[in-house]
């Protein structure tokens, strides 16, 4: 079973590749933008998120945290973006707007990433790496295959359109590409456990050190 699905994702990557090479690059040119967003700020643009980061530091290290509201809000947040890939799969206009939630994932981790960074230095890529790379080991993943298959979903709509002599079982790939997607979220589910349970122990702990 196990080998089965390996040749099946390894046949999907070699089918697409194109594609995968697209929407990495848009996540890293959104990384890219948001760190570079951060020295583009204005003093006072910073000194406000400093005294923000300051007062979540001392919050999180005086407080209880609730992870089941965290787990709502990740799991809100992220499968809501997940959904929203889902749809414009199905439509013919959908793949710019794809790739412009996966640069605007990218362009969040890369300011985030890099405001800690930048205020904290070596303290801050510590705290980066444990605040936020757990959960995106399992999140970020999920987002590029649910990207590529939803361009992918879409170009077969488009080329169904264009040319009448290619035809394919929509309804068929429709089940297929829908089934996979939520196969995928349930992943994202994972990672939200992750952001909401295990995350917040390695902040606790990092806090106190900020």
Same mark, same amino acid.
């Given at each position: 079973? =196990?080998?089965? =699905?390996?040749?099946?994702?390894?046949?999907?990557?070699?089918?697409?590749?194109?594609?995968?090479?697209?929407?990495i690059?848009?996540?890293?040119i959104?990384?890219?933008?948001?760190?570079?967003? @951060?020295?583009? #700020?204005?003093?006072g643009?910073?000194?406000? #998120?400093?005294?923000?980061? *300051?007062?979540?530091f001392?919050? $999180?290290?005086?407080?209880?945290?609730?992870?089941?509201?965290? =787990?709502?809000?990740?799991?809100?947040?992220?499968l809501?973006?997940?959904?929203?890939?889902? &749809? #414009?799969?199905?439509?013919?206009?959908?793949?710019?707007?794809?790739?412009?939630?996966?640069?605007? *994932?990218?362009?969040?981790?890369?300011f985030?990433?890099?405001?800690?960074?930048?205020?904290?230095?070596?303290?801050? &890529? =510590?705290?980066?790496?444990?605040?936020?790379?757990?959960?995106?080991?399992?999140?970020i993943?999920?987002?590029? @295959?649910i990207?590529?298959?939803?361009?992918?979903?879409?170009?077969?709509?488009?080329?169904?359109?264009?040319?009448?002599?290619?035809?394919?079982?929509? &309804? *068929?790939?429709?089940? $297929?590409? /829908? /089934?996979?997607?939520?196969?995928?979220?349930?992943?994202?589910?994972?990672?939200?456990?992750?952001?909401?349970?295990?995350?917040?122990?390695?902040?606790?702990? &990092?806090?106190?050190?900020?």
């Open positions: 079973m =196990l080998r089965k =699905l390996r040749e099946i994702a390894l046949k999907h990557i070699q089918g697409n590749l194109i594609i995968y090479f697209i929407v690059m848009f996540l890293l959104g990384i890219s933008a948001g760190a570079f967003t @951060v020295k583009a #700020l204005s003093d643009k910073k000194q406000e #998120l400093i005294h923000y980061l *300051r007062s979540f001392q919050f $999180i290290t005086e407080n209880h945290v609730e992870s089941f509201s965290i =787990l709502k809000q990740s799991l809100f947040n992220n809501q973006t997940g959904i929203l890939i889902w &749809l #414009l799969g199905v439509t013919i206009v959908g793949i710019p707007f794809i790739l412009l939630l996966i640069a605007l *994932r990218g362009f969040i981790i890369g985030t990433v890099g405001f800690f960074i930048e205020q904290m230095g070596l303290k801050g &890529l =510590l705290f980066s790496f444990c605040s936020i790379l757990p959960q995106n080991i399992l999140i993943p999920c987002f590029i @295959v990207a590529v298959i939803g361009i992918s979903f879409s170009m077969m709509i488009i080329k169904n359109k264009l040319n009448k002599t290619y035809k394919s079982d929509i &309804l *068929r790939q429709f089940v $297929i590409y /829908s /089934s996979v997607i939520a196969a995928l979220f349930i992943m994202i589910v994972l990672g939200g456990i992750v952001e909401a349970y295990i995350t917040p122990v390695f902040m606790k702990l &990092l806090s106190g050190y900020m």
